[in-house]
């Protein structure tokens, strides 16, 4: 335990982590891991007073210099119907106890700092910062109204809806929302949305997607073949990961350098950032996850991101911190 300098903050069934700590235990780099749903591993113990604090942690909390976080962040507030009362109570305990233990860390750099994170996944706040940058985004209404819709059909003969916030539970399972067209004739049909706020969109025609994965001071931008699978088109997610196709793309330095400036501007050291790439070759941004998946494109496409991911844990760049501590 004394020589652990990587707290890594995840979930039990996390291929990315997993794959990473592979690595770390490859190259006998310590580590402690804590996982959100087995917390009775482990042993705590934080007493605070007037006059001290004592901790009982499975490391030492001041030896700890970088901080994994691979929680969830769809954890926060989610109740499931199919656990009962306590189980629900207990998950969120688990959540926000963890979240509270890395709070004590002092000094430590956060890949990514849960607070940042939660800023980092407001829509508007995205879309302003991408525009912010120089990048190009889709005509966007958020809205309770549907006159605003209206409006937005009367200048884009398609759009789409998106969730603000997808916890991934709906109807008490792991489901997920995704992007969708809906169409004027289903949009009319609809009643009153001023009880549920909608994000809205104009449709980008796409010729693929593109994720750019930004990992510290590595890129490494991914296109994805949306448009060769009738269900993956409108949002790739939806398409069977194994059937879709995928490779290392080379794309414009401006477009690189804008998506680095983007994650600077929120303090976020690894996300995923999501465009729409259209017939004449625009980059529309439509997404910005700090927790993005990548394990699949890594597999496919060769690309080192968990070697890259291993070398911000264990040496990451001044610039990096720098960032993330002006962010703070």
């Not at 300098?5 to 990473?20: A, F, G, P, R, Y």
């Not at 995205?126 to 120089?134: I, P, T, W």
């Not at 997607?209 to 490494?220: K, N, S």
Request: glycine share 4%; proline share 4%.
């Amino acid at each position: 335990m004394s020589e652990d300098k990587i707290l890594v903050l995840s979930s039990q069934n996390d291929l990315e982590t997993d794959l990473v700590l592979t690595k770390l235990n490859r190259d006998r780099i310590p580590f402690v891991r804590i996982n959100s749903f087995n917390l009775n591993n482990y042993r705590f113990g934080l007493s605070i007073n007037n006059s001290d604090s004592v901790y009982q942690l499975p490391f030492d909390n001041k030896k700890i210099r970088t901080i994994w976080n691979r929680m969830p962040f769809s954890l926060r507030g989610v109740f499931s119907r199919e656990n009962s009362d306590t189980e629900n109570l207990i998950n969120e305990e688990n959540f926000w106890f963890i979240r509270n233990i890395g709070e004590q860390i002092p000094n430590a750099l956060w890949i990514n700092h849960p607070s940042l994170e939660e800023l980092a996944n407001c829509k508007l706040s995205q879309l302003k910062k991408a525009k912010e940058v120089g990048l190009d985004i889709p005509d966007t209404v958020l809205t309770n109204t549907k006159e605003n819709v209206k409006r937005l059909y009367d200048k884009h003969e398609i759009i789409v809806f998106k969730p603000l916030f997808n916890s991934g539970q709906l109807s008490g399972n792991q489901s997920t929302l995704y992007t969708s067209v809906v169409t004027r004739e289903r949009f009319d049909s609809i009643g009153d949305i001023s009880i549920c706020p909608g994000f809205f969109q104009e449709y980008i025609p796409k010729m693929y997607d593109l994720r750019i994965i930004v990992v510290g001071d590595d890129i490494f931008p991914i296109a994805i073949y949306s448009q060769d699978i009738e269900e993956s088109r409108i949002d790739w997610r939806k398409g069977n990961p194994n059937s879709l196709k995928y490779c290392i793309k080379e794309v414009p330095d401006e477009l690189l350098d804008r998506s680095y400036r983007l994650c600077k501007r929120f303090g976020i050291v690894t996300a995923a950032i999501d465009f729409a790439v259209d017939k004449e070759g625009k980059h529309y941004f439509l997404d910005f996850n700090p927790s993005g998946r990548w394990m699949q494109f890594e597999l496919v496409t060769g690309a080192k991101i968990s070697d890259s991911i291993v070398s911000l844990l264990t040496n990451p760049s001044q610039a990096i911190i720098d960032t993330y501590n002006r962010a703070r």
